[in-house]
Nanobody, 122 residues
Framework: VQLQASGGGLVQSGGSLKLACVASGTIFKINSMKWVRQAPGKFDRELLADITFTSTTATTYSDSMKGRATISVDKDKNTGYLEIRDLKPEDTGAYFC??????????????WGRGTLVTVSS
């Protein structure tokens, strides 16, 4: 399984972006997906949002994302999205997606994609 994040770029403060994370390979079910951000010059990654599918769908957001971000997954396309509105310069960073995916022969495993860069100008 491979994950590919896209949708980053240069955006003005106050603008919006919709990041995509495409999962390819042998996939039976996406159990969960999350997005994290690594700010420039920082080692730690911040968990921004995650979505989990059980008998219901549960989403959580970091304080920095609450009220201006939406995480979703199109299961037919094996693609996750993170839409962020009212972007701020402090949203600048590399955005990574991760997904926990189930397949019969491998069970459930967590995969990470390469990041997509977001730069927010003031």
């Amino acid at each position: 399984v491979q994950l590919q994040a896209s949708g980053g770029g240069l955006v003005q403060s106050g603008g919006s972006l919709k990041l995509a994370c495409v999962a390819s390979g042998t996939i039976f079910k996406i159990n969960s997906m999350k997005w994290v951000r690594q700010a420039p010059g920082k080692f730690d990654r911040e968990l921004l949002a995650d979505i989990t599918f059980t008998s219901t769908t549960a989403t959580t957001y970091s304080d920095s994302m609450k009220g201006r971000a939406t995480i979703s997954v199109d299961k037919d396309k094996n693609t996750g999205y993170l839409e962020i509105r009212d972007l701020k310069p402090e949203d600048t960073g590399a955005y990574f997606c991760s997904a926990n995916i189930y397949y019969f022969s491998t069970g459930s495993r967590t995969y990470w994609g390469r990041g997509t860069l977001v730069t927010v100008s003031s």
